[in-house]
């Protein structure tokens, strides 16, 4: 910290050197992370194009460095689909710029000396035809020098290595510790490493070898692991679905935005990680607001972190991130930033173009300066060079470099990253491409006018262009990037976790389907569905065949003992649907060909691992146990309430008085490690999942699947009608193991229609008796109806257990009130998309309407007042006071939009069936 702090020796210029959590740190040039490593270095100045490392690790040549170089940022990729690696290599340490590509023989290599990245990509086959049978255990271990590498098999993280070692991480969680290898399998190899330093002449280096392991032994010393050889290996073919998905993940992760998620105040430049952050100074007192503070777009407005004395309001956020607003108000000062990005249509590369509007709203503007840092992020190397009014940042390697212009008042510089704009004239700006205020404010205004929310450039209805920017806004703001996960992806909230980010399974799906509302943010829309399929576990047996994971966090902890209600199939299938015959769409038939093993592994484990006796599902949650051990050895970092109630609660509606035990029941079975209930949500679900995992084995022409999956839904479907239905009651239920209903009645048991399995006369009946009902559910009968002339009691509709519940909004279990009576909008979309399967019913056809009226209302009296879209709403209006009427949860939380998007799915303007 201390060097951190120190001038460069010109007074002005600073270089900056990754620190493990990402974040650059200002250092002097020649103060560098990588002194006193000299003793690890087994690498000394090689300068020859091909040698062989004697040691322990006997690893034989993987190419010939190749100096051959493309365009700026192509990536070429020529598969062969021969034997080998294909290798390609970047004159930076960001993965891109100039590169070459090569097929070698093996996967590892040497690298440098310099800023170098390289990627490798290969299908392992396990039983080729030639060499050794690796089926079985076996484990990976690698070795690196001067820099970092990563492994993933099939996107499972088998390696996290550096050189230099980061700090320990208490919060890391373990990697697996073997791979159950198939017979006849394949699996894709994904190897990166980067040397990030220009110190010292040595190049960068990463060895990996495997080994035969016994479960729950001590993993077998350095020297027992030898290279995988290279008759397993095979260049990925053109065709390859990982090849596209790369493509579009390295596409989507360019340009400017707010990728880096501890400050909404910074823009980054993707892939170099130049990163400008703007911020406040007040002259007075000369004390600033801290650039590198954790700052959300909803700061200080109850959120779970707060973290600064400044507050923030967020405001339209355009689908291609041409622009993006925030108000932001300190020390008596209120400010209005706005942001042009990637596509605002100014001059200069695809990308580069970044400008930065301040304009004061109220407030002593002389007493205030736009303070403007230089940064780099995500561990990639830069130069910083302040002399106002221009800021330079210079990118390691053969990037792109940034230069900052600012205009408006007085400019003066603190130190060398970062430099200060007069506000006295009411407004500062700052521009990589524009060269006065005057350009900048018509830019901006260009900008602002092009991003009003529409559909497809087709004006709407002020109702509906207002539920769409609130939508948007949240989705776009939360759209996050991490080199943990190679590409961007939609996190729930900035302000939900202190881990790096957390990928929850509903969250994200329900959030990418949101995304892909619009064509320019469709891209963005596949890389979470990819990234939130991909962080698939593997499995109880270590074997890749395992689930999607409840949540996953900075690339390694994961929910190994259970999942969520699956969506994936359903998702997946809503947003081809939207987008396949849409020709200046991305493609998307890879990500089926990519996704559906996946999914239909998560369905299989579902189908066995979470159904009882009855062929009825049940949750639960799993101890992961080292697989071929005597089930007391856990591998994995335990997740809370792991092998638990409460680990089975979270796998579903974690408080819900659904699973409360009824007096004298057991609850829970410390052996199956399942509740004791056959669950109507889960069952119904799991049917559903059939039916859309069916539709997309038709699409890719798996005709066996196909079948197998539909008779799997026939046969869970009529069970659910059959052993399910209460007459008495007029409404699915859950059941007790010792066969007896459980009526504790949720939106759950609205699911069977989601599916398809209930009868007309069901879906009529529980839609009369329970849905429109003002004691139970509360929504409205048709849109006449609301709002409602009764505000006591249920008032905003589809509460989390319903409103004639003895325990509705009594807090219980560990989170207060939350699913015992707030509405969620990832239910009130199910209920919608049941409702919507029933149209041919007229009473179902009218409260489906009538719901879309009452949610559109609840998520703009929040959103029109405060900004915000909620984790979870008030579902009665007694609760709070009118004038300060807000969410009950987190207040930025991106899945809360869908309570207005189904208004806009009801005007048609997305898919205009259900699955």
Known sequence: QAAANVAASNGSRVST?????????????????????????????LRSSQCLLVGPWIFLVLGTLVSSVHGAHDRTINPTG????????????????PNSTTLVPNLGGYWGPGLVSAELLSVLTPTASTGPDLTGPVAFRCAVTNGIARLWLDDHLLCDESDPSPPPD?????LPPFVNFTRGQQYFLRLRFARNSTAGADLGSVTVGWARVTPGAPLPPAAAFNPIPSAVLTAPEATHPQLARIALQRDVGTGWGSWWRPSALAATLLPEGATVTVGLCQLSTTSCMDPAAEFTPEQDRGQEEPRSDATSRPGVYAWDRSYWQLDLSWRGLDVSLEWIGTNAGNAGAKGQELSVLATVSSGNASDFALRVTGSFVFGRPGTIESTPPRLELTAGGSLRNTVVEAFGGPTAGSDGSEMQVGLGNGRGAVSTTLHSLVEVDAAVDAARTAATFSAGGQALP??????????????????????????????VSRSFTFHPYE????????????????????????????????????????????????????????????????????????????????????????????????????????????????????????????????QTQRWCKPSWGMGQLQGARFESLDNSPMYDAPPGYELWNATTYRMNIYDVGQSAAIAAECEALAAIASILGKTADAAMLRARRATLGQLIVDKMWLPRLSVFSNLLTNGTAYPRISPTSFYPMLAGVATDAQATAMV?????????????????????????????GVPSISADDPAYLIPGG??????????????????????????????????????????????????????????????????????????????????????????????????????
């Open 170 to 174: 208490p919060s890391a969680a373990p």
């Open 768 to 796: 009369g008796e329970w849905l429109i009902r003002k004691d139970r559910f509360c929504v409205p009968p048709d849109p006449t109806a609301w709002p409602f002339s009764n505000r006591s009691g249920c008032y905003w």
């Open 462 to 491: 002020l109702l509906l262009q207002r539920t769409g920017t609130g939508m948007q806004s949240c989705l776009m703001w939360n759209v996050i990037y991490d080199p943990l996960e190679t590409a961007p992806f939609v996190q």
């Open 814 to 915: 560990t989170s207060g009130i939350y699913w015992r009576g707030e509405t969620w909008s990832p239910q009130v979309y199910l209920v919608y998309l049941a409702l919507q399967r029933y149209d041919h019913l007229p009473i179902v056809r009218s409260a489906r309407k009538g719901l879309c009226a009452q949610q559109q209302s609840l998520m703009l009296a929040v959103w029109d007042s405060y900004h915000h879209i909620c984790e979870n709403y008030p579902s009665a209006i007694a609760n709070q006071s009118a004038a300060n009427f807000d969410c009950t949860g987190n207040q930025f939380y991106m899945w809360g939009g869908l309570s207005g998007f189904i208004s806009l799915v009801e005007a048609g303007l997305f898919n205009s069936t259900s699955v």
């Open 503 to 630: 990928l929850f399974e509903w969250d994200t799906f329900f959030g990418s389907l949101m995304l892909s509302f619009d064509r320019a943010s469709l891209p963005l829309a596949i890389s979470s569905v990819v990234q939130v399929i991909k962080s698939k576990t593997l499995g109880p047996n270590l074997d890749g065949h395992g689930f999607v994971p409840g949540y996953s966090k900075g690339g390694r902890w994961k929910s190994e003992d259970r999942t969520e209600r699956p969506m994936g199939a359903q998702i997946l299938l809503q947003i081809w649907q939207r987008w396949a015959d849409d020709p200046a769409a991305v493609p998307l038939r890879w990500a089926l060909d990519l996704l559906f093993p996946d999914l239909l592994d998560w369905h299989n484990w579902l189908w066995t691992a979470r159904r009882g006796s009855t062929g009825l599902g049940q949750i639960g949650s799993d101890p992961c146990f080292v697989p071929g051990t005597n």
């Open 17 to 45: 050197e990754p620190n493990w959590r990402g974040l650059s740190m200002r250092t002097p040039p020649e103060v560098t992370a990588y002194d006193g490593i000299r003793a690890k270095r087994v690498l000394s100045r």
């Open 82 to 97: 021969g034997s080998g690696v294909l290798q390609t290599v970047y004159q930076s340490a960001a993965f891109a710029g």
